[in-house]
């Protein structure tokens, strides 16, 4: 059973960084595709970065060249730095991850980021 929990949201202030991690359980994110969404007050889920096994990093437009996915194998964990945030980086933002194998997604339940102006 894979289990994905995320950690290091908060309140924070506009600029500065943030870290966000994602620990799994019963999955390996190194053989995955894996990634980060977050979905803004009144809006759908939307990619913020994804990585595949290979090591292809994308991000979303909004957030490119700010926002930096990696992934410690070792540990099993995804990061997420976000760097400069803004306020419109508000939201909830889960770890996603894709096991090509078995064509199955899973999802963590998200951590809460709120950055105030």
């Known amino acids: 059973q894979v289990q994905l929990v995320e950690s290091g949201g908060g309140l924070v202030q506009s600029g500065g960084s943030l870290r966000l991690s994602c620990v799994a359980s019963?999955?390996?994110?190194?053989?995955?595709?894996v990634g980060w969404y977050r979905q803004r007050p009144g809006t759908q889920r939307e990619v913020v970065a994804t990585?595949?096994?290979?090591?292809?990093?994308d991000y979303a437009a909004s957030v490119k060249g700010r926002f930096t996915i990696s992934r410690d194998n070792d540990a099993n964990t995804l990061d997420l730095r976000m760097t400069d945030r803004k306020p419109e980086a508000t939201g909830v933002y889960y770890c996603?991850?894709?096991?090509?194998?078995?064509?199955?997604?899973?999802w963590g339940e998200g951590t809460q980021v709120t950055v105030s102006s």
């Open positions: 996603y991850l894709y096991k090509r194998c078995s064509d199955e997604r899973f």
């Open positions: 990585m595949t096994a290979g090591d292809m990093r």
């Open positions: 019963g999955a390996k994110f190194d053989i995955s595709t």
